[in-house]
T-cell receptor
């Protein structure tokens, strides 16, 4: 596709439920990132994939959060036992390579935990 | 640890005024990269510029210009003759060469409102 695509654009879930957020990066981009943006804040790094492997997951807040990228393209961010504090916009970005080329961001998934 | 500070939370200007958005960064790396992104109400982050730490030349792109000063660890962004379409949240970000992931560390953003 022309840009980074994230689905769904909005997700409302009940506390304690499991959610999956999807990111479809730009074709050919090997580097993929997940960020979380809380209201009034800048995006915060969660996890980085180079190809299929999670090369850096140091930003994941706890073990309820997990992400996969099984074929080196589409990635899924998974959140178990959601809490109200997980409410935020989850942004995905891709780069041609991990070196500091421009990172292209998707429009994000707004997650609301009620 | 890397850190980016955008001290201006919100700025309002009247259309056609010039406005400067401040960005101060902290890093221990000698090689690093600085970025500015624009986030309009639609939510998507739009890339504006990338500079590496070895290139202190100021850059101009149309009404936008950037002033990079290593001596003060600043990377300020100026919009000349502002327009209503410039209204958005602007983020400054830093990426260190020593971090294998080249992840971006963002400031908290400056919300710019351009009033007609």
């Amino acid at each position: 596709g022309a840009g980074v695509s994230q689905t769904p654009s909005n997700k409302v879930t009940e506390k304690g439920k499991y959610v999956e957020l999807r990111c479809d990066p730009i074709s050919g981009h090997t580097a993929l990132y997940w960020y979380r943006q809380s209201l009034g804040q800048g995006p915060e790094f969660l996890i980085y994939f180079q190809g299929t492997g999670a090369a850096d997951d140091s930003g994941l807040p706890n073990d309820r959060f997990f992400a996969v990228r099984p074929e080196g393209s589409v990635s899924t961010l998974k959140i178990q036992r959601t809490e109200r504090g997980d409410s935020a916009v989850y942004l995905c970005a891709s780069r041609l390579d991990r070196v500091n080329t421009e990172a292209f961001f998707g429009q994000g998934t707004r997650l609301t935990v009620v | 640890a890397q850190k980016v500070t955008q001290a201006q939370t919100e700025i309002s200007v009247v259309e056609k005024e010039d406005v400067t958005l401040d960005c101060v960064y902290e890093t221990r790396d000698t090689t690093y990269y600085l970025f500015w992104y624009k986030q309009p109400p639609s939510g998507e982050l739009v890339f504006l510029i990338r500079r590496n730490s070895f290139d202190e030349q100021n850059e101009i792109s149309g009404r936008y210009s950037w002033n990079f000063q290593k001596s003060t660890s600043s990377f300020n962004f100026t919009i000349t003759a502002s327009q209503v379409v410039d209204s958005a949240v602007y983020f400054c970000a830093l990426s260190e060469d020593g971090a294998g992931s080249y992840q971006l560390t963002f400031g908290k953003g400056t919300k710019l409102s351009v009033i007609p």
